[in-house]
């Protein structure tokens, strides 16, 4: 299942054949709530699954979205279609252009990314807290509020922490899901290329991560 950003459509491919087709998404930006392409997303980008749902970080709506697989019924999980950082249920809650999600048990977690935030929503009620971020740019090792982000974009996680690729720090971040609590796992904070251990290796805006169980590649 592909997010194709700029035809503001969710894809699906056939890994055995290639086919393409659409699972949801009219081609034209908008923020309706239908099934298949009667539904509208604005730049869509993350998506997960947990194997029945998709989750979508509908960007340029600041929201998330969910879709039935098996049917292509888009709902708004979250997210008011307003910018803003607002700690509510559902479509009381704000975001501000998110882009990355993933998902740990019952819970996804969004790369917030105009927020500078790593936001929490429970899938089962919809509710959204901040996880980690205070919400001004930085670079601030720290606990939940009290730790800084710069425009992270994407995550993914090993079922204990979070890794988030911290785009303008230039930076791969770590989060203990837990505890909220951030420290850098890789990347000086300068632009470059430099392959080192740890804060000696050097990144240009990071964007997308994957993990494999042992190794994350950026």
């Known amino acids: 299942y592909v997010s194709d950003t700029s035809n503001?459509?969710?894809?699906?491919?056939?890994?055995?054949?290639g086919?393409?087709?659409?699972?949801?998404?009219?081609?034209?930006?908008?923020?309706t709530n239908a099934t298949g392409t009667s539904a509208r997303f604005n730049y869509p980008r993350g998506l997960v699954t947990d194997g029945t749902n998709l989750y979508v970080a509908d960007t340029s709506n600041h929201k998330i979205r969910k879709i039935v697989i098996s049917t292509g019924a888009v709902t708004t999980l979250a997210g008011s279609g307003s910018q803003g950082s607002t700690d509510a249920s559902g479509t009381a809650a704000r975001f501000y252009l998110p882009h990355g999600i993933t998902m740990e048990g019952t819970n996804l977690y969004v790369a917030d990314t105009n927020n500078h935030k790593i936001r929490k929503i429970v899938i089962s009620t919809g509710a959204v807290t901040t996880l980690a971020g205070s919400g001004s740019s930085g670079s601030t090792d720290a606990t939940g509020t009290a730790a800084r982000f710069y425009y992270p974009r994407e995550m993914t996680t090993d079922g204990?922490?979070?890794?988030?690729?911290?785009?303008s720090n230039n930076k791969i971040r770590k989060i203990v899901i837990s505890t909220g609590v951030v420290t850098t796992l890789a990347g000086s904070g300068s632009s470059g290329s430099t392959d080192g251990k740890g804060t000696s290796a050097t990144l240009n805006y990071p964007m997308d991560i994957s993990i494999d169980g042992t190794n994350l590649y950026v």
Request: aromatic share 4%.
């Open 19 to 31: 086919a393409v087709t659409t699972l949801a998404g009219s081609g034209t930006a908008g923020s």
């Open 8 to 17: 503001h459509k969710i894809r699906k491919i056939v890994i055995s054949t």
């Open 160 to 167: 204990t922490n979070l890794y988030v690729t911290d785009g």
